[in-house]
């Protein structure tokens, strides 16, 4: 029997029993580069091996982070979104986008989505929202966008504005496997004032290390992809691409003062972000 493409799980669910600790995972290896701890031995071997090839990739890993958080803090606070369809979550890491997004509106409803079953092991973490809000986790798999929006239409009203964001995704998704497929189901169903938040690597300003990082991950066993700017701009077909435009991570709209929002060290961060909003 195939499997639904959708759970909309507990924590306790049946996911939990399938983590392969044989092989690196990407939630984990991220979660390593954060200093998480749900993350193992074969996470922190190839996280070791990204480091011995570029010692900056927890910063990066920590810019793009920041990048979520003032992505959010924005769009709850300047745009005034209030639902928010997160892909991609990744292992609970405080603050999660739900806490940014009801912290400036309590009623903010929030659905997370990721296809690896160590995020759903966590996913509690990321159910404890505000008592007038709402939050949901999804187990499911980005390259089936009309599964998800089954879904998360039980939670968000598409016929209102919502965030997607996609941060530190689409790189694992090829453009042959469907990123741009993907990324245009989804757009589609979304309602005008609607706003896509995008950040994935690129080669652009370290080809080397990126490339040797690359084959670091497909060693490994994960696909991932570098994009240059223009292939990014892709992602935003159709949208107002906000100032400043597609850049790095770490130059979205910084805010030095704002506790510790600068990137943390030298050199550039592999990642561009961008955000675009639908007409
Ligand atoms: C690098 S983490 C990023 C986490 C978080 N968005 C952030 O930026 O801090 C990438 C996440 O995407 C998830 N992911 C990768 N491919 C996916 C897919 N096809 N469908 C759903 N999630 C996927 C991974 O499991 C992982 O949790």
Request: overall charge negative.
């Given at each position: 029997m195939?499997?639904?493409a959708?759970?909309?799980?507990?924590?306790t669910?049946?996911?939990?029993?399938r983590?392969?600790?044989?092989?690196?995972?990407?939630?984990r290896?991220?979660?390593w580069?954060?200093?998480?701890?749900?993350?193992?031995?074969v996470?922190?071997?190839?996280?070791?091996?990204?480091?011995?090839?570029d010692?900056g990739a927890?910063?990066?890993?920590?810019?793009?982070?920041?990048f979520?958080?003032?992505?959010?803090?924005?769009?709850?606070?300047?745009?005034?979104?209030?639902?928010?369809?997160?892909?991609?979550?990744?292992?609970p890491t405080?603050p999660?986008l739900?806490?940014i997004a009801?912290?400036?509106?309590?009623?903010?409803?929030v659905?997370?989505?990721d296809?690896?079953?160590?995020?759903?092991?966590?996913?509690?973490?990321?159910?404890?929202?505000?008592?007038?809000?709402?939050?949901?986790y999804?187990q499911?798999?980005a390259?089936?966008?009309?599964?998800?929006?089954e879904?998360?239409?039980?939670?968000?009203?598409?016929?209102r504005?919502v965030a997607?964001?996609?941060?530190?995704?689409?790189h694992?998704?090829?453009?042959?496997?469907?990123?741009?497929e993907?990324?245009?189901?989804?757009?589609?169903?979304l309602?005008?004032g609607?706003?896509?938040?995008v950040?994935?690597?690129?080669?652009?300003?370290?080809?080397?290390n990126v490339q040797?990082?690359?084959a670091?991950y497909?060693a490994?066993?994960v696909?991932?992809?570098?994009?240059?700017?223009?292939e990014?701009?892709?992602?935003f077909k159709?949208?107002?691409v906000?100032?400043?435009?597609?850049?790095?991570?770490?130059?979205w709209?910084?805010?030095?003062?704002?506790?510790g929002?600068?990137?943390d060290?030298?050199?550039?961060?592999?990642l561009?972000?961008?955000?675009?909003r639908?007409?």
């Amino acid at each position: 029997m195939t499997e639904p493409a959708v759970h909309r799980t507990h924590p306790t669910g049946p996911g939990v029993t399938r983590i392969d600790t044989t092989r690196p995972h990407p939630a984990r290896v991220y979660d390593w580069f954060l200093g998480g701890k749900d993350n193992y031995p074969v996470d922190e071997a190839l996280g070791k091996q990204i480091m011995s090839i570029d010692a900056g990739a927890p910063r990066a890993a920590r810019a793009n982070r920041r990048f979520m958080q003032r992505a959010t803090r924005r769009l709850a606070r300047e745009a005034g979104i209030r639902q928010f369809l997160d892909i991609g979550t990744g292992i609970p890491t405080e603050p999660n986008l739900h806490q940014i997004a009801q912290s400036f509106a309590p009623d903010a409803r929030v659905v997370y989505v990721d296809n690896d079953p160590i995020v759903l092991a966590h996913a509690e973490a990321l159910l404890r929202g505000t008592p007038e809000g709402v939050t949901e986790y999804l187990q499911a798999d980005a390259r089936e966008p009309a599964a998800i929006l089954e879904q998360a239409r039980r939670i968000l009203d598409f016929d209102r504005p919502v965030a997607l964001s996609l941060i530190a995704l689409l790189h694992f998704v090829a453009d042959e496997d469907g990123a741009h497929e993907l990324v245009d189901t989804l757009v589609e169903a979304l309602a005008p004032g609607s706003c896509l938040v995008v950040s994935a690597m690129t080669a652009d300003f370290e080809p080397e290390n990126v490339q040797r990082g690359i084959a670091a991950y497909a060693a490994g066993g994960v696909t991932l992809v570098a994009r240059s700017q223009a292939e990014m701009g892709r992602f935003f077909k159709g949208l107002e691409v906000l100032d400043p435009g597609v850049v790095s991570v770490a130059d979205w709209h910084p805010e030095p003062d704002a506790g510790g929002d600068a990137p943390d060290g030298p050199g550039p961060v592999s990642l561009y972000g961008g955000v675009g909003r639908k007409p």
